[in-house]
């Protein structure tokens, strides 16, 4: 079973940057879908960015223009760069695979396999 692990949370004041990252514990990075999700105290899980076995993206909403998921193949890591950040940004962020591409990749249900989480916090 593929475990995730995610790094590269932390504090920021608003307008600041920072960058998420998630390893895989197996090799077969390539052909899975992967997405960034984040729980704000409080709230239900959002969907945040995705990408799939192809390296296509896709954003919500409220992150589009200042996210931005990448991932490296050879090195089974994902990432998540987050510019421009501001206190709605504050979550715990996970990273996400899920065993079959396709379906709605907002909806953290139809995701297998989910890392142990990393705090955000954005101070305005």
């Known amino acids: 079973q593929v475990q995730l692990v995610e790094s590269g949370g932390g504090s920021v004041q608003a307008g600041g940057s920072l960058r998420l990252s998630c390893s895989a514990s197996?090799?077969?990075?390539?052909?899975?879908?992967m997405a960034w999700f984040r729980q704000a105290a409080g709230k239900e899980r959002e969907g945040v960015a995705h990408i799939d076995n192809m390296g296509r993206t896709t954003y919500a909403d409220l992150v589009k223009g200042r996210f931005t998921i990448s991932k490296d193949n050879a090195k089974n890591t994902l990432y998540l760069q987050m510019n421009s950040l501001n206190a709605e940004d504050t979550a715990m962020y996970y990273c996400a695979r899920k065993s079959l591409c396709g379906g709605d990749w907002s909806r953290p249900w139809e995701y297998n396999y989910w890392g142990q989480g990393t705090q955000v916090t954005v101070s305005s």
């Open positions: 197996d090799d077969l990075f390539a052909i899975y879908c």
